[in-house]
Structures are given as structure tokens and as C-alpha cells.
């Protein structure tokens, strides 16, 4: 039996039933959360047990990031300045058009060891560069080395069509790469990576193509997760023949949604859809204001996603801040001009946020009851933060030591499945440093090729 006991450290279970623990033990058994409570005493099973002392720490559930496209990590910081549009063709159809096999690999499996080295311990990786099967296996290879937990979503490239050529958006979702990926690499629906789509939608597609993925989703029992926003629509009234059809429901996710009219979004939230939104990117690019708020008042949370790391970093606490700052910014404003002062108390404690990047992360991948929380049945994911550092001493709220003070820096060690992947501030991975050289080459060539 593999085993391992953190005593006396502030739990924050993200449990109902369990709640926070100023002095909590969490106990796991054979990769599963066995027991969160004060004062677990293990008798003659101590001996065989790894003891941790866990006073000074803080113990949360691993983070989800929600969308990102991890193929584009050897780009770091390169497009920080573009608009979306910029985006558009720069990217999709320019340099994602040089991108090798090998390019995409390096990138995913550096672009996940990061997730995990930053708290992370369920990455969704929205892959939408993939123009042949090499390339999605490389990046399903990436991820399964990393150790993280995934959900590949397998989407298709968007480059501009060459002469003869159809739109990208006429191109309907493949069927023959889906059962390749489910009769192999990505068979087992509980494995530590798992398989969703990444279709292209009533925005970006005609809608024979959106009616045609979304029954392709339905069919596999997969995730149909799609981009909604980012100029007009293709199909104008695309979501309203979608649900006319029956295909609208639970398992259908909206990435950004900035532009929803308000007399769609309710009919979405009441079909079940989920929403992932990406806040700092989308304030940065161009999309409009995260729809945190606007969720919120129709009683579903969002849950959050990096999206591009070739814009700005891959870390969620960051993520969930910007989430929580902009939409108190936009509540107090609000308040301003119809009451003419701000608020009595705020309008989104930071708990809040902190859903936005466990409980709801697993909500959106249908996963709420194995991950999400430490809760006991649950696989082992959980992150230690190190409540002693400088930036964090001393701890009076600790989720809003989490929330609002916790960094990369802070995070020292992580779970996943019931092994660390994290020890001692450190990544337990080894050739770490001939791996970022892969990837600084791959960058370098990725670049000037396309200058």
C-alpha cells in the first residue's frame, strides 16, 4: 500500500462538509484522498506510512487550468503586443504553419511540467495546431510524459486556404482521428490523460460543419469545447438552430463568450452549458470583459484558463486574481454611477475565485467527483503551499493568503494521483535542462523562419 500523512497543516478542502481545517491531517491511500480531519493517528500503520509535518503549510486541491493551447509554449512572450487580430494572422496562419512534430512535443511537454511546477495539477489542453496524426500524437506524448493529469482536446489548424483549398470553417471535425485516438493512446476514459474535442462552433464554422460536430461529440460521449468571440460570426444565429436541434446541453463548453447577447446567455446557462473564461488574456487581446460577473448573477461560476502563454504567464493564481480584480472593479463601478458610492462590503469574496480554479474546473470536465476537492474517495491532487515564506507570514485568512498572495515561488511541492511530482520547491523530473534547451531551439527556429 502506498501511503502518505500530512499532519497539522491549514486545509483547505474545498468540501462542504469538510470545510477549512486550521490543524488538519490529509491522509492518502493508493493515489486516493482515505481521510481529512484533525489528529488521524495511524497506529502500528505508521511504519509504513510517509510522514510529512505539514505546520506552516497550507494544503489546497491542485488547480485546473481550463483552456490552454500548450503548443505554443517555445513562443513565450512573442506575442505579447498583438491584438487579436494580430493573433489571428501571425499566428494561425503564419508561424503555427511551421510548427514540426517535434515542435509541438517540446512545447506540450515543457508547457505541462510548468502547469505543474505553478500548482496546476489538470491541465486542458485546447490543441488547434495539429495538420496531420504526427502532430497530435506528439503533443498526446508530451502530455502523457509530464505526469500531469490532462484532457486533450483535439482540435485543427486555421491557416489561410491555398488555391482549391475549402475555409478551415468548412472543414468538418475528423471522425477517423477520433476513433484512432479512442481505440489507442487515449482508450481509457479514467486514464491520466483523456480525450475532448476542440470544435470550431457556430462562430467559427458553417453550420452544417457545427451540426456535424457537435453530433460527433454526442456520439463519443466527449466534451465539445469551442472559442465564441473574436470578430462576427460565421453562422449569425448559429447557437439558437444548435439548440432548435437538441444538440445544446451538458458536455458543451464556451471559451470566452465575451460577446454573447443577453438574451442567449440565459437560454445557455439553463441547457447546462459551461463556460470557460480566459480574464487577462482577454482584456489584453481584445476580446472584451470576462463574462465572470454576468455568469455569476445567473447563479453558474466560470472556470478559468491561461489560453496563451506566448502572451502571458501560466499561472492561475495570477489568472483568478485578474478574474476576481476586474469584476470588482466593474461591481464598484456599477455601484458609482447608479448609487454614487461603492459598495457597503465586496461583491465576490475570494473564496469565490478560488472555486473558479479547482471545483469548477472539474465541473466544466464532468470530473466533480474525482477531483476538485479534497475529498475523501477523490484522486490525491493537492497542492503545498509554504504558508512561512516571506511574502505570505503570517497567515490570518488562508484562502486569502492563497487567493490573493500566493505565487509560483510559494508553492512547494505538488500531487498528482497520489505521487509527487513537486518536492521541496523543486520539479521531479529528470534531463529538465536539456528539455528547455529543445525548446529554446525550437523557438529560435519557429522564428526565424517565419521573419
Given at each position: 500500500m502506498r501511503r502518505t500523512l500530512i499532519k497539522s497543516a491549514m486545509v483547505i478542502s474545498m468540501d462542504a462538509g469538510i470545510g477549512d481545517l486550521s490543524a488538519g491531517d490529509?491522509?492518502?491511500?493508493n493515489g486516493r484522498i482515505a481521510e481529512v480531519r484533525p489528529g488521524i493517528d495511524l497506529g502500528s500503520g505508521a511504519a509504513e506510512t510517509e510522514i510529512i509535518d505539514g505546520r506552516g503549510r497550507i494544503i489546497i486541491p491542485g488547480l485546473i487550468n481550463a483552456h490552454m493551447h500548450t503548443w505554443q509554449t517555445a513562443l513565450r512572450g512573442f506575442a505579447a503586443n498583438w491584438t487579436l487580430l494580430e493573433y489571428f494572422r501571425r499566428m494561425h496562419a503564419g508561424l503555427a504553419t511551421m510548427f514540426r512534430p517535434d515542435d509541438i512535443y517540446i512545447a506540450t511537454l515543457v508547457g505541462a511540467l510548468n502547469q505543474i511546477n505553478c500548482g496546476a495539477t489538470t491541465l486542458v489542453d485546447w490543441c488547434h495546431n495539429n495538420p496531420t496524426p504526427a502532430h497530435t500524437d506528439a503533443a498526446v506524448r508530451g502530455l502523457i510524459e509530464s505526469g500531469i493529469r490532462a484532457a486533450f482536446f483535439h482540435g485543427s489548424p486555421k491557416p489561410e486556404p491555398k488555391p482549391g483549398e475549402p475555409h478551415f470553417s468548412e472543414m468538418p471535425h475528423p471522425r477517423h482521428e477520433v476513433e484512432r485516438l479512442l481505440a489507442g493512446?487515449?482508450?481509457?476514459?479514467?486514464?491520466?490523460?483523456?480525450?475532448?474535442?476542440?470544435?470550431l462552433g457556430p462562430h467559427?464554422?458553417?453550420?452544417?460543419?457545427?451540426?456535424?460536430?457537435?453530433?460527433?461529440?454526442?456520439?463519443?460521449?466527449?466534451?465539445?469545447?469551442?472559442?465564441q468571440g473574436g470578430g462576427p460570426a460565421k453562422t449569425?444565429?448559429?447557437w439558437e438552430k444548435l439548440i432548435e436541434a437538441g444538440l445544446v446541453g451538458p458536455g458543451v463548453n464556451i471559451v470566452h463568450g465575451n460577446d454573447l447577447p443577453d438574451d442567449l446567455l440565459p437560454r445557455l446557462v439553463d441547457l447546462g452549458v459551461s463556460f470557460s473564461v480566459t480574464p487577462e488574456n482577454e482584456m489584453i487581446q481584445g476580446h472584451g470583459f470576462p463574462i465572470t460577473g454576468r455568469l455569476l448573477k445567473r447563479g453558474v461560476r466560470p472556470s478559468i484558463g491561461i489560453d496563451l502563454e506566448s502572451v502571458l504567464p501560466g499561472d492561475l493564481f495570477s489568472a483568478a486574481r485578474v478574474a476576481l480584480s476586474m469584476q470588482r472593479a466593474l461591481d464598484n463601478a456599477d455601484m458609482r454611477k447608479s448609487e454614487g458610492t461603492i459598495p457597503a462590503t465586496t461583491t465576490i469574496p475570494a473564496r469565490e475565485a478560488l472555486r473558479w480554479i479547482t471545483t469548477e474546473g472539474a465541473r466544466m470536465l464532468g470530473r466533480e467527483d474525482q477531483i476538485g476537492s479534497l475529498t475523501p474517495g477523490k484522486l490525491a491532487d493537492l497542492v503545498v503551499v509554504n504558508a512561512s515564506d516571506l511574502n505570505l507570514f503570517p497567515?490570518?485568512?488562508?484562502?486569502?493568503?492563497?487567493?490573493?498572495?500566493?505565487?509560483?515561488?510559494?508553492?512547494?511541492a505538488v500531487m498528482i494521483g497520489g505521487v509527487w511530482k513537486k518536492r521541496n520547491g523543486r520539479l521531479l523530473v529528470d534531463g529538465l535542462e536539456q528539455k528547455k534547451e529543445l525548446l529554446a531551439q525550437s523557438g529560435q527556429r519557429l522564428v526565424h523562419d517565419i521573419e
Open positions: 490529509v491522509l492518502v491511500e493512446p487515449l482508450a481509457d476514459r479514467n486514464g491520466l490523460v483523456t480525450l475532448g474535442l476542440a470544435v467559427y464554422s458553417t453550420l452544417d460543419v457545427a451540426l456535424h460536430d457537435f453530433r460527433l461529440a454526442r456520439e463519443f460521449n466527449l466534451i465539445a469545447s469551442m472559442h449569425p444565429g448559429g497567515v490570518h485568512d488562508p484562502v486569502s493568503t492563497v487567493v490573493m498572495q500566493t505565487s509560483l515561488a510559494n508553492i512547494e
